[in-house]
């Protein structure tokens, strides 16, 4: 089963580096702050390359 990601929303600073990478997957809420609306719009790979390791404050997590 695909793993899916989520956004530590106290943690955010709306850098905006997940939305820019992966609009697909990441978008900014009505608060400001980046969420995963669609972890399955991108392979695990691409999530984690492209937003989890660039994360300047590392808010990005899988689900476990």
Sequence with gaps: MAKK????????ISCGLCV???????????S??????????????????NAIDICPVSCIHWEE
């Design 20 to 30: 820019d990478n992966l609009p697909d997957v990441f978008r900014f809420d009505d």
């Design 5 to 12: 990601a989520w956004v530590d929303q106290a943690e955010c």
């Design 32 to 49: 400001g702050k980046a969420e995963c609306f669609d972890s399955y719009a991108a392979t695990e790979d691409e999530i984690q390359a």
